[in-house]
């Protein structure tokens, strides 16, 4: 059976047969292969995603090296909120780390869909809330904790991460080296044993 995105919505509200219909065909669902950008530095931001299956990273290149802000998983929205309301150029990449299945909202469908069923801009905006609160606590996080503090959140938090993300893209989430990420490890696994 074909997964649409209606099958998703319909579990947080009720939808009438002109909402389904409205949502499917505004809302298709594509497949990604690993490695694909879907956001690139210095574009703007077209769609918004919401994540049905895999792995996506949010990136900047500064001073010539990767910084990973962000990883979106199973359920969560993805959007360049900046770029894709402002209609100003990202400064971020999104890239898929694993294969990938998105729903995918256009810009212009996404008005199309407030127009005809505006109980629909409440769920957006819910979604968006959820993931700006995420962005807080990832801020968070790095301002008032050392990195194995933030190694040790994320292992709380988290933990699908630790066994699905690269250690070097774990690592620049973090902000160390692959090699003090290694040893933050191997500390916590020996305290562990104590």
Not at 56 to 83: H, P
């Amino acid at each position: 059976m074909e997964l649409k995105i209606s099958d998703l919505i319909a579990k947080e509200m009720f939808l009438t047969p002109e909402e389904i219909e409205a949502v499917d065909t505004l809302i298709p669902i594509k497949e990604f292969k690993k490695g694909r950008l879907l956001l690139e530095e210095g574009s703007i931001a077209k769609e918004c995603y919401f994540n049905i299956k895999g792995c996506v990273r949010s990136y900047q290149i500064l001073n010539g090296e990767e910084k990973t802000t962000q990883f979106f998983i199973e359920g969560d929205s993805i959007a360049s909120l900046l770029s894709y309301l402002n209609k100003t150029p990202a400064n971020h990449y999104f890239e898929c780390i694993e294969d990938y299945t998105l729903a995918v909202l256009s810009f212009d469908n996404e008005q199309k869909l407030y127009k005809q069923h505006p109980k629909f801009e409440a769920l957006c905006r819910n979604s968006i809330e959820q993931e700006f609160g995420k962005q807080q606590e990832v801020l968070q996080n790095y301002l008032t904790r050392n990195p194995e503090e933030r190694y040790l959140m994320l292992q709380e938090t988290r933990p699908e991460l630790l066994q699905r993300v690269p250690q070097y893209h774990l690592a620049t989430f973090l902000g160390v080296q692959p090699e003090s990420l290694s040893r933050i490890r191997k500390r916590i696994a020996q305290k562990n044993k104590s």
